[in-house]
């Protein structure tokens, strides 16, 4: 298994060499939230889109 600290370095080398600062963290946490959602996904951790629309209508009221 890889280590953070590689998969890091990996995602960190992928980038433009004229990437800034907010740049390269945006790019990490959206790499995160992506394996995090897989996560979720494979332990069962999801709703139907019906309920996520009903919850999305809840939030505009």
């Given at each position: 298994?890889?280590?953070?600290?590689?998969?890091?370095?990996?995602?960190?080398?992928?980038q433009?060499?004229?990437?800034?600062?907010?740049?390269?963290?945006?790019?990490?946490?959206?790499?995160?939230?992506?394996?995090?959602?897989?996560?979720?996904?494979?332990?069962?951790?999801?709703?139907?889109?019906?309920?996520?629309?009903?919850?999305i209508?809840?939030?505009?009221?």
């Amino acid at each position: 298994m890889e280590t953070a600290k590689k998969k890091i370095a990996e995602i960190i080398e992928q980038q433009p060499d004229d990437s800034s600062y907010d740049d390269i963290l945006r790019e990490l946490a959206f790499v995160r939230m992506v394996e995090r959602g897989l996560e979720d996904s494979r332990a069962g951790r999801t709703i139907s889109n019906e309920e996520m629309g009903h919850r999305i209508r809840s939030w505009q009221k």
